[in-house]
């Protein structure tokens, strides 16, 4: 591919193409590794070098793009047209049969009605409860009732479980992460919670091998701390 970027020999100091762009002059371009993918921009995640032709170079390879506009398309494999197959009863997706007196039934006449979990059911009005599912007044009441109560218990326990857990200001802080999985992040250009917090789960995943839903459940923890 000629699009290359230009790194200094170490000995010579004479500029050669190099495998890929760091991530630090992606970052400073203002691209993230999704970004690159898309646009086919090689990416040398061991290279922790960072040269400002590189980073005039992508912008410039950026600003081609964007002048190309409608002319550029992302063309799709098309699916193999299959024969429809015959529709497959599921369960409910709801943590309402969580609740004390609530069947699998109730569950799904609420979920019917537009209920999908407990704490709608806990934002209701018992009247618009009673209107929506046909339920008798008193019947919706104590049910509202209960999906209160739930919410009031699981925040009451989430709260001392929040006291037990030590501060988060750092990588090394998040649950189950390990000196490896910092290293990796680090040569991607990834060092601090706002760095993580920004890259794409799936396309870091791909490249350290660290698993996805542990990137999500990270990313996850850095966003309820920003709400803090």
Do not use: C
Not at 58 to 72: A, N, Q, S
Not at 87 to 99: F, R, S
Not at 120 to 142: C, G
């Amino acid at each position: 591919m000629a699009f290359r970027p230009e790194i200094p020999a170490p000995q010579t100091g004479n500029l050669r193409r190099g495998r890929g762009f760091s991530s630090k002059e992606l970052k400073d371009a203002g691209l993230s590794l999704a970004d690159a993918r898309w646009m086919a921009i090689p990416i040398d995640s061991r290279r922790k070098s960072h040269h400002p032709e590189n980073v005039k170079m992508l912008k410039d390879y950026v600003k081609r793009i964007k002048k190309l506009g409608k002319g550029v398309t992302v063309t799709k494999p098309k699916k193999k047209t299959e024969k429809a197959a015959p529709p497959i009863t599921t369960p409910i997706d709801t943590d309402l049969t969580e609740l004390s007196g609530v069947t699998k039934k109730l569950a799904e006449t609420l979920v019917t009605a537009g209920l999908s979990d407990i704490h709608d059911l806990a934002t209701i009005s018992p009247r618009r409860l009673a209107r929506k599912t046909d339920l008798k007044r008193n019947r919706a009441e104590k049910l509202v009732e209960t999906a209160r109560k739930y919410q009031r218990e699981k925040a009451k326990i989430a709260r001392k479980e929040k006291a037990k857990e030590p501060e988060i200001t750092e990588m090394k802080h998040l649950p189950e992460i390990t000196g490896d999985d910092i290293k990796k992040l680090r040569e991607l250009g990834v060092e601090t919670l706002e760095d993580l917090k920004n890259e794409n789960p799936r396309d870091l995943s791909l490249i350290t091998g660290i698993s996805e839903t542990r990137i999500k459940e990270w990313r996850k923890i850095i966003r309820a701390l920003d709400k803090q």
